[in-house]
């Protein structure tokens, strides 16, 4: 749990810093493509969100769409268009949203054309993307550059793509932006884990701690002052003012545990409608003092007279 803990704080000082580079490259002025990105499979995680500018050409009939992507509540695609450079080499540019068909939502709607001819573009990188499927038609899953380099050839950029902020000329129909604001990582849930776990890990010793000293009271039960010990623990938990708890179960089952004072568990007083009567001792007989003795003796019990009988 320690090792969570340190975790989740290591998750937390990381997004704090990836915070700090999202913040200094979203201020920064934009930087020509070929000085950011001095080869091909160039990329530095410290450019992740970095303004770069370029002049190209779109290769439209090339462009593909990525399934699955989120803006806002709303499922889509994204659209992926090549930008071939003046030096041949290509750079993917990232143009926009666009939402699913209308009569197939497992293809995009219509998707508007870029401006014809040489385009100056403003781009920000990001990173190649893992692979989480395959290509199908002008379909992927992801914007993986490695494996598009195959559709693309040997001069694709491989080591991250762009994603537009703004072109001149203008697209007539500029597809939605999919990122309008600085983007941020969550950096309180990572530290709000790392305590969490701290706390579970502090629990696990008081348990661990807890349960050794019940089982070493348990294996020197017979020793004299361990006995001595524990007789003490009765006697000062059978002061104790009852607890709710214990109130309750009386109420409920109409006895009180005995172990509170003690007695095994399981054992208690029964309820009070089949404990036996309360013990009365009886009364004792009157006494009376004989005349010729100052000793006291008890009195005779009164006979009952009979009738005599009648004498011939």
């Given at each position: 749990m320690l090792f969570l803990s340190q975790w989740q704080f290591d998750r937390g000082q990381q997004a704090e810093a990836d915070n700090r580079v999202v913040a200094?490259?979203?201020?920064?002025?934009?930087?020509?493509?070929?000085?950011?990105?001095?080869?091909?499979?160039?990329?530095?995680?410290?450019?992740?969100?970095q303004r770069v500018s370029m002049s190209g050409v779109y290769r439209t009939d090339e462009q593909l769409v990525v399934r699955n992507r989120s803006n806002g509540s709303d499922n889509g695609f994204e659209v992926v268009t090549p930008l071939q450079l003046s030096d041949g080499s290509i750079f993917l540019v990232d143009r926009g949203w666009v939402a699913p068909s209308p009569t197939d939502p497992l293809a995009p709607a219509t998707i508007p054309s870029p401006a014809a001819g040489t385009v100056s573009v403003l781009a920000q990188l990001r990173p190649s993307e893992a692979s989480n499927g395959t290509k199908s038609g002008n379909q992927v899953s992801s914007i993986t550059l490695?494996?598009?380099?195959?559709?693309?050839?040997?001069?694709?950029?491989?080591?991250?793509?762009?994603?537009?902020?703004?072109?001149?000329?203008?697209?007539?129909?500029?597809?939605?932006s999919i990122q309008t604001t600085m983007p941020t990582e969550d950096v309180g849930t990572h530290y709000s884990y790392a305590l969490q776990w701290l706390?579970?890990?502090?629990?696990?010793?008081?348990?661990?701690?807890?349960?050794?000293?019940?089982?070493?009271?348990?294996?020197?039960?017979?020793?004299?002052?361990?006995?001595?010990?524990a007789a003490e623990r009765v006697r000062k938990r059978a002061t104790k003012a009852f607890t709710d708890e214990e109130l309750e179960d009386e109420e409920i089952d109409g006895f009180l545990p005995l172990t509170r004072w003690g007695a095994p568990t399981g054992s208690a007083l029964p309820p009070p409608r089949l404990?036996?009567?309360?013990?009365?001792?009886?009364?004792?007989?009157?006494?009376?003092?004989?005349?010729?003795?100052?000793?006291?003796?008890?009195?005779?019990?009164?006979?009952?007279t009979r009738n005599p009988r009648p004498t011939c």
């Open positions: 200094a490259n979203w201020a920064a002025s934009p930087v020509p493509l070929e000085q950011a990105l001095p080869a091909l499979s160039t990329y530095d995680v410290s450019q992740n969100w490695p494996l598009l380099q195959q559709t693309f050839g040997a001069d694709l950029y491989t080591g991250a793509y762009g994603v537009l902020d703004s072109e001149t000329p203008a697209a007539e129909t500029p597809l939605q706390f579970f890990a502090l629990i696990g010793f008081f348990a661990l701690g807890l349960g050794m000293r019940n089982e070493h009271r348990r294996l020197n039960s017979d020793d004299p002052d361990e006995q001595l010990r404990r036996a009567p309360p013990f009365t001792p009886p009364s004792l007989p009157s006494r009376r003092r004989h005349p010729s003795s100052s000793s006291t003796l008890p009195t005779s019990p009164t006979k009952t």
